[in-house]
Nanobody, 124 residues
């Protein structure tokens, strides 16, 4: 069982930056591929970024490539999402998710555990 708790969301102006964190419980964090997803009002939850359980392999949605960076610290059981050059269309609830021993996937059902989400609002 893995419990995930996101933090770092908030209100920011367009062009600004935020850093999201996702703290995981348990001693096997390093065995989980981690993903960030987001959900805007009235839209489906979509993949944002992912990092493989072994590290070194990442994947990004085209809409955030070059602006967002995912990283992980296995010693701290934490995954991060650095978000720069934020746009109003980045607004939504951001969720982190965990998938045991898998390659990074953009498919929600591949992830076994989910956090409660953190709100990101980008004003124009």
């Amino acid at each position: 069982q893995v419990q995930l708790v996101e933090s770092g969301g908030g209100l920011v102006q367009a062009g600004g930056s935020l850093r999201l964190s996702c703290a995981a419980s348990g001693r096997t964090f390093s065995r989980y591929t981690m993903g960030w997803f987001r959900q805007a009002p009235g839209k489906e939850r979509e993949f944002v970024a992912g990092i493989r359980w072994s590290g070194g392999s990442t994947s990004y949605a085209d809409s955030v490539k070059g602006r967002f960076t995912i990283s992980r610290d296995n010693a701290e059981n934490t995954v991060y999402l650095q978000m720069n050059s934020l746009k109003p269309e980045d607004t939504g609830v951001y969720y982190c998710a965990a998938a045991r021993f898998q390659d990074v996937s953009r498919i929600r059902s591949r992830y076994e555990y989910w956090g409660q989400g953190t709100q990101v609002t980008v004003s124009s």
